[in-house]
């Protein structure tokens, strides 16, 4: 995975310092110790966070921080806000309230997560600094898509795929099954084709966070499905 993406920054120094093709969160965290026997869900993400506590991860140490918001981190010690509203904290945090995981602990859910069959990937998974350059390139995310979350799909072979945000729509739109029948879908926060979830158990939704929350009806909608699939 490294060359992969060794081989696409030597094609684009103008992302010195934005792209770090070393610092794979999802290797450094052991994501796969979580993986479930058996996928039901496979949630794909955007890319890893590419802060800690607002100071830019650098190394593979720095992801196993206890400041390090990414899914996988079991050390991260989420903030406890009493009341907050929907959608206002981290992407892990969020998808817990949303499937109703009640851990009182990061790793509580994490285990809670993968008990009930689910997994997550993300489409971009160096880390990418945004706060350099906001937007991930199209073809860094078709590179991705295409070399590293295709073959990481057919090996999982889940029985469902969730969209988080148009990141994840528009990896998934570079492989098959997903392309064709993505073909006349719009962006992730329109209305998804019904169709497309029935016949090829793949569901879009916008990213659970705080800037998304005017969909957050939509988001709650998608999950309540989520929720009865992972029973």
């Known amino acids: ?3 992969v993406y060794h081989r696409y920054a030597l094609k684009r120094p103008d992302l010195s310092g934005v792209l770090l093709p070393d610092l794979l969160p999802h290797d450094a965290c052991a994501a796969a ?3 479930p026997g058996r996928v039901k869900v496979l949630f794909v993400a955007e890319s890893p966070p590419w802060a800690a506590v607002r100071r830019e991860v650098a190394e593979p140490a720095d992801c196993r921080g206890s400041g ?3 899914f996988w981190n079991d050390r991260y010690d989420a903030p406890h806000r009493p009341g907050a509203a929907p ?8 998808l817990f309230s949303l499937l109703g995981l009640d851990g009182t602990s990061r790793r509580e859910n ?3 997560f993968a008990g009930k069959g689910l997994y997550l990937v993300d489409t971009v998974r160096c880390v990418f600094r945004k706060n350099r350059k906001a937007a991930i390139p199209a073809d860094l995310i078709r590179m991705s898509a295409r070399d590293i979350l295709a073959p990481e ?5 889940p029985e469902y795929v969730v ?3 148009n990141t994840a729509l528009a990896g998934l739109r570079e492989i098959e099954p997903y392309a ?8 992730v926060t329109a209305p998804f084709p019904e169709a497309i979830f029935e016949e090829h158990r793949l569901l879009c939704l916008p990213y659970p966070g705080g800037r998304n929350r005017r969909y957050l009806a939509s988001i709650e909608s998608g999950f309540e499905i989520l929720r009865d699939l992972a029973l």
Do not use: F, H, K, V
Request: aromatic share 8%.
């Open 110 to 112: 994490l285990d809670l």
């Open 33 to 35: 110790s979580w993986r």
């Open 180 to 187: 064709s029948a993505l073909s006349g879908a719009g962006r």
């Open 163 to 165: 969209a988080l945000g």
């Open 87 to 94: 959608l206002s904290r981290g992407l892990a945090e969020n």
């Open 68 to 70: 390090y918001p990414y």
């Open 153 to 157: 799909i057919a090996a999982l072979a």
């Open 1 to 3: 995975m490294r060359d």
